[in-house]
T-cell receptor, first 111, second 114 residues
Framework: SQQGEEDPQALSIQEGENATMNCSYK?????LQWYRQNSGRGLVHLIL?????REKHSGRLRVTLDTSKKSSSLLITASRAADTASYFC???????????FGKGTMLLVSP | ETGVTQSPTHLIKTRGQQVTLRCSSQ?????VSWYQQALGQGPQFIFQ???????GRGNFPPRFSGLQFPNYSSELNVNALELDDSALYLC?????????????FGPGTRLTVL
């Protein structure tokens, strides 16, 4: 079963615009992670945010976490065509590395 | 590119057959997790191996089985294939069992069951 639900399912923007994706989950977590997947291939780890953190930055990525609402958001600033991919949030309920993924958001960035 | 490799890249089988998928973990990693990703869905956890022992299992039937070798590479075996087993199978390697330790995913094996 899927733990998280990403919103929106698909997002289409122009290069230079910001992209925001949201993730909601059902059970308590220790960490929440975001991954990127290009064309149905392997997943690339983007960022991990711990349950006691509220915001984290990495380059053009900004992740927020609201444990009271069981939700997270991923913001990609100044998007590029190379950011076109599917983005997934993943949670680990027990602090162990067995991840539960959402269904993902497909992001299309047009030149 | 991570140091995780999977073979084969693509595979076509017929219903009822058996399949073995292979994963070579990144050097120094002793944990391998397997995920199934159906089209349009997120990956679903199948099972995890740590130091050659199964360390957890998702909601998959016993016909999904696995193995981890002393060099920490791993196999996923699926018996009595069903059409719904068609999916991308991903393995991920990491060090230890804590989720703080980054998991590195392989490129996946695309299995088609006819």
């Amino acid at each position: 079963s899927q733990q998280g639900e990403e919103d929106p399912q698909a997002l289409s923007i122009q290069e230079g615009e910001n992209a925001t994706m949201n993730c909601s989950y059902k059970t308590s977590i220790n960490n929440l992670q975001w991954y990127r997947q290009n064309s149905g291939r392997g997943l690339v780890h983007l960022i991990l945010i711990r349950s006691n953190e509220r915001e984290k930055h990495s380059g053009r990525l900004r992740v927020t976490l609201d444990t009271s609402k069981k939700s997270s958001s991923l913001l990609i600033t100044a998007s590029r065509a190379a950011d076109t991919a599917s983005y997934f949030c993943a949670t680990d309920a027990r602090g162990y590395s067995t991840l539960t993924f959402g269904k993902g958001t497909m992001l299309l960035v047009s030149p | 590119e991570t140091g995780v490799t999977q073979s084969p890249t693509h595979l076509i089988k017929t219903r009822g057959q058996q399949v073995t998928l292979r994963c070579s973990s990144q050097s120094g990693h002793n944990t391998v997790s397997w995920y199934q990703q159906a089209l349009g869905q997120g990956p679903q956890f199948i099972f995890q191996y740590y130091r050659e022992e199964e360390n957890g299992r998702g909601n998959f039937p016993p016909r999904f089985s696995g193995l981890q070798f002393p060099n920490y590479s791993s196999e996923l075996n699926v018996n009595a294939l069903e059409l719904d087993d068609s999916a991308l199978y991903l393995c991920a390697s990491s060090v230890g069992l804590l989720a703080d330790n980054e998991q590195f995913f392989g490129p996946g094996t695309r299995l088609t069951v006819l």
